[in-house]
């Protein structure tokens, strides 16, 4: 048996810290536009996917959220000057982008074991423009292989760097966080390059789910998402993005 998922004490006071002080910035620089937190399950067995576009998602939903989320980022984000302070008060779970680790899945079971939610970014990484990129399959690996776990998709507006940038200029520009209407996936069958075509396939529809709550300029690679949500098959320019 797994040991449980324990969050030291020092952590937990400044993940609390650290949404009261974020709350207080985001409301100082900008518009603050929260919908359908109505939607959120009230239970833990869930996977908060949001779009990356820059280093504003995390931080915004994380401190508006009703709950502690636990956050699976980049290892990278931890060595770097100015984020690893927050990212090593807030914790989470680090994981290699180009590598597999098994470890880190181990991490992320004991989260739901311990009856906390995941926040994760299925584009891998940040966009840096709003359009979505092409999702990776890491997001349906993790739901295949932990099992009964529901989706709830997070779209966030206004979260370019230039929101900072009007912020910092008096302009208070405006930036929403819309929750959809949680979802489950199909469940997987077959093995070997089948189960993986249908964890990629299960990753686009939550990318469709995503792009659905999201303005026309922020669908980026799934403004054709109603098709996938149809349960259609739909081309992609190129493969997702390593």
């Known amino acids: 048996m797994q040991e449980p998922y324990k969050i030291p004490l020092k952590t937990r006071i400044s993940r609390r810290i ?5 709350k207080i910035v985001f ?3 900008g518009k603050v536009e929260l919908s359908g937190l109505e939607n959120i399950p009230d239970h ?4 908060v996917a949001f779009n990356h576009v820059s280093l504003i998602e995390v931080p915004f939903i994380a401190a508006f959220w009703p709950t502690l989320l636990e956050i699976i980022g980049a290892a990278a984000v931890w060595e770097r000057s100015g984020q690893a302070i927050v990212a ?3 914790s989470g779970i680090q994981v290699n982008r180009n590598e597999f680790d098994r470890e880190v899945f181990k991490q992320v079971e004991r989260v739901f074991q311990s009856g906390r939610p995941l926040m994760i970014s299925p584009e891998g990484g940040r966009s840096h423009t709003p359009g979505l990129r092409r999702g990776k399959p890491g997001v349906a690996y993790i739901i295949d292989k932990i099992g009964d776990l529901v989706v709830v998709p997070v779209g966030v507006v206004g979260n370019t760097m230039d929101f900072l940038t009007q912020g910092l ?10 929750v959809g209407k949680p979802f489950t996936v199909p469940p997987l069958t077959g093995r070997g390059e089948q189960r993986r075509s249908m964890r990629q396939r299960n990753t686009d529809l939550i990318m469709a789910h995503l792009a659905a709550l999201l303005p026309e300029s ?3 690679v799934y403004c054709n998402y109603q ?3 149809a349960g259609e098959e739909v081309a992609f320019d190129s493969p997702p993005a390593n």
Not at 169 to 178: F, G, V, Y
């Open 18 to 22: 650290l949404r009261i002080f974020f």
């Open 27 to 29: 409301h100082l620089l």
């Open 44 to 47: 833990n067995r869930y996977v």
């Open 88 to 90: 090593r008060m807030w």
């Open 169 to 178: 200029r008096l302009k208070r520009p405006p930036i929403k966080m819309i």
């Open 218 to 220: 922020y669908q980026g």
């Open 227 to 229: 098709s996938i949500l």
